[in-house]
């Protein structure tokens, strides 16, 4: 495992016309880093091996046996979660949002991954899975499991904060511009706490919504970070064929996979910023890779019933 994980340069001026169809960064010094916490674990994947860091030890700590968690059908926090749970010895029970996914011969490839880590799948509708923040619910779930260390959708909780503090070290202070995807908003408080105030902290968050800004409040100490919402591509999961093209480019360019779910649309929105001339020339910025890979298999068997071309 890499305790350290690497930094990439994007040179502008070797690749920037394929990216681009303009040479932008010729007077401009923009520099473009990545910081690969996708290497981190090859099935915990970037910033949820950092959330379930101090939530895994908490659970040890408190002698839990079994840990119960939310998530989607394509979540990598599930899947996390999942493995995670059978590398440190807890049973885990994971409560997926839609019961219409409870046919096993449909499980995706996510789900199965979950499955065969020994995690216990719980489907329940949609409307049930608005109440996993609720008391008495989390009741019904302890009468039903017993015991157990909750830790919470998206796996976002103060610990999960404290770890994604860690993404950043002292070489990453020099950096004007911190860039993350945003789904729950725990790492990119993480970052927010761990940078300095000459820092930005962007987000771009890969779902609709504007609960997040105050979710992202309750756990950042200082107010250095925006949200970018103009590259969601639609909402949570949603994809559009510009967005599988342009991550395939950029794998054949730099050798980087993307994820669709989340670093696509981040790398996309930071590109598209870049051209569009959002960044003060000499800006330095640093791209968070936070993983997510595990999820271009499923959303490869979506985009084949679409008859979309599929992501490399
Ligand atoms: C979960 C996830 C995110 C979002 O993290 P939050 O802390 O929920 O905002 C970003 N990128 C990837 C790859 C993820 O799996």
């Not at 916490?37 to 915990?44: A, K, M, R, T, V």
């Amino acid at each position: 495992m890499l305790e350290n994980s690497c930094l990439f340069l994007l040179n502008p001026n070797f690749k920037l016309k394929t990216i681009n169809q303009e040479v932008f960064f010729k007077d401009s010094a923009t520099s473009l880093f990545i910081k690969r916490e996708d290497l981190l674990h090859p099935f915990i994947s970037g910033n949820k091996y950092r959330k379930l860091k101090y939530n895994i030890k908490r659970a040890k700590e408190t002698d839990a046996r079994l840990l119960l968690t939310f998530g989607g059908a394509f979540s990598n926090h599930i899947a996390s979660v999942a493995y995670a749970g059978r590398e440190h010895g807890f049973n885990t029970v994971g409560v997926v949002r839609g019961d219409e996914l409870s046919l096993k011969q449909s499980l995706n490839p996510t789900l199965k991954f979950a499955c065969d880590c020994g995690m216990e799948l719980k489907f329940i509708s949609r409307k049930d899975y608005r109440r996993k923040g609720d008391k008495h619910y989390i009741e019904i779930l302890k009468a039903e499991y017993g015991e157990f260390f909750l830790i919470p959708e998206g796996g976002t909780n103060s610990m999960a904060v404290k770890g994604c503090e860690e993404i950043l070290e002292s070489i990453d202070l020099h950096f004007d511009y911190i860039c993350c995807a945003v789904g729950t908003g725990g790492t990119i408080s993480g970052l927010i706490n761990a940078s300095r105030p000459h820092q930005k902290i962007l987000g771009f968050p890969a779902l609709k919504g504007d609960f997040l800004r105050e979710d992202i409040r309750k756990f950042a100490k200082r107010d250095n970070w925006e949200l970018i919402t103009d590259y969601h591509f639609g909402g949570y999961a949603k994809i559009k064929p510009e967005l599988i093209t342009f991550i395939n480019r950029f794998k054949t360019d730099y050798h980087i996979p993307l994820d669709p779910i989340y670093t696509g649309k981040m790398m996309y929105g930071i590109l598209d910023l870049i051209d569009h001339g959002f960044f003060p020339e000499h800006a330095k910025i640093l791209a968070i890779h936070t993983g997510g890979l595990q999820g271009i298999e499923g959303m490869n068997i979506k985009l084949e019933k679409k008859g979309w071309s599929l992501i490399e």
